[in-house]
């Protein structure tokens, strides 16, 4: 390959300079380029009428079109099979090539290794009742939605946000602790909270003391949804939205629910996780944690980067 190559403009004004009379210094004065160059652009319109880039023939294929169809093929039908298994493949057919060929070849026809997402098991039940969900929901309008108070559990680790910081700092630096962002094995301990809350606001946020069961989900919901509803002007008619967790779907919690007359709001088994209190919890753990605590006791203040650092502390 040329260092440099120039435009098909320059190479037809060279031509048409020369059929106009003018020789090959005047034009090589003319244009700023080599005397040989013009030479070169002359010769070759002479020899084949023509100044656009002519096919070169450069090194052979080791494979031949048969195999390169058939390497894109196997990788279009088996998307997970791996560069070595294509490889052997080849090889047995007699075309020993190395794996960045094999690479080269697929992504010439479009084909890139890319990490495979991860998505739920889903039997066709399972989509069948997503759909039934979504197109049930289709003429649901906002001031219903407004009526869903939306609730769940979620674990704040002491040291446990996992979000990439950036950093100004100097070459070598990199591991100054004003420039490190400290963590602990097994995120140094946690604290289980469970809230609610609706377009109106936040309702009530509860510290889980110990392992959660049935009995004391039902305990917390005794003691803060319906305050929680009141608190935000629900109504009695308001709507509950919570996951499939088993304490919340046990026998005896179901019929507290049908005791208070609180309406559950459907949701399919394996369904995405569209609960918007997900994005609440982003913010609590992005905020607890620009905090810095050091502990999980209201009692302790500690300093790191000369700030007061507060305590992960959730009252009752």
């Known amino acids: 390959m040329k260092n440099k190559e120039h ?16 020789g090959y210094r005047k ?32 090194r052979p294929s080791k494979l031949s079109a ?15 099979i791996t560069l070595e298994e294509l490889q052997r493949s ?26 495979a997402r991860r998505n739920p098991f889903l039997k066709d039940i399972h989509k069948k009742c997503r759909l039934k969900f979504a197109t049930s929901h289709l003429g649901d309008t906002p001031n ?21 910081l950036y950093v100004w700092r100097k070459s070598n630096t990199a591991h100054h602790p004003e420039h490190t962002i400290p963590t602990v094995k097994h995120g140094g ?6 809230a609610c809350f609706s377009s109106a606001g936040t309702g009530k946020m509860v510290k889980i003391d110990g ?22 002007r629900l109504g009695r008619r308001f709507v509950f939205k919570q996951d499939h967790d088993p304490k919340h779907k046990a026998k005896s919690t179901m019929e507290w629910f049908k005791n208070k007359h609180i309406q559950e709001l459907e949701w399919p088994s394996q369904s995405p ?44």
């Open 273 to 316: 996780d569209l609960n918007p209190i997900e994005n609440l919890w982003k913010e609590l753990k992005t905020a607890a944690n620009a905090l810095h605590p050091t502990s999980l006791s209201s009692s302790c203040f500690a300093r790191r980067n000369g700030k007061k650092c507060q305590s992960l502390d959730v009252q009752n």
């Open 66 to 80: 048969h195999t390169r169809r058939r390497l894109i093929r196997d990788a279009a039908k088996r998307p997970m």
């Open 189 to 194: 301990g946690s604290i289980m909270v469970w």
């Open 27 to 58: 034009i090589s004065q003319a244009l700023n380029i080599p005397r040989s160059t013009v030479q070169a652009i002359i010769l070759k319109w002479k020899e084949y009428q023509t100044t656009a880039n002519l096919p070169r023939p450069g």
């Open 144 to 164: 219903m939605w407004k009526k869903v108070l939306w609730s769940d559990e979620t674990k704040i680790e002491l040291f446990g946000n996992n979000a990439k």
């Open 7 to 22: 435009t098909r403009q320059v190479r037809d004004t060279v031509v048409k300079k020369f059929k106009a009379g003018f």
């Open 211 to 232: 392992k959660m069961d049935g009995a004391k989900y039902r305990t917390i919901l005794e003691e803060n949804l319906m305050e929680s509803a009141k608190d935000l």
């Open 90 to 115: 080849t090889a047995e057919v007699g075309d020993s090539v190395h794996r960045t060929t094999i690479s080269r070849i697929l992504h010439k026809s479009g084909l890139y290794g890319r990490v």
